[in-house]
């Protein structure tokens, strides 16, 4: 079974910076993987994605300020966050998908306020 365990999250105020980590119980240079979010009241969304061969993709609302990358040695991928609005307040989630395997984290909270 592997297991996920994303940290990182906190309060932070508009225009700052937090980076995420998402860590696997084993290795991951397999795995296709995504952070989610999902504000409150609000449907869980995509947010980036990262290939086992390198290619990423991030949605439009945060391209340019988010960045997602990979440390195999660590089995831990990363979400950079910089420039942070309110709206991009929400629990954040980790995601591994290979072959069959369909892994979730367990969420991390991000609130961006003044």
């Known amino acids: 079974q592997v297991q996920l365990v994303e940290s990182g999250g906190g309060l932070v105020q508009p225009g700052g910076s937090l980076r995420l980590s998402c860590a696997a119980s084993?290795?991951?240079?397999?795995?296709?993987m995504y952070w989610y979010r999902q504000a409150a009241g609000k449907q869980r969304e995509l947010v980036a994605a990262?290939?086992?061969?390198?290619?990423?993709n991030y949605a439009d609302s945060v391209k340019g300020r988010f960045t997602i990358s990979r440390d195999n040695a660590k089995n831990t991928v990363y979400l950079q966050m910089n420039s942070l609005k309110p709206e991009d307040t929400a629990v954040y989630y980790c995601?591994?998908?290979?072959?069959?395997?369909?892994?979730w984290g367990q969420g991390t909270q991000v609130t961006v306020s003044s």
């Open positions: 995601n591994a998908k290979w072959s069959w395997h369909d892994v």
């Open positions: 084993v290795s991951s240079s397999i795995f296709v």
């Open positions: 990262s290939s086992s061969g390198g290619i990423t």
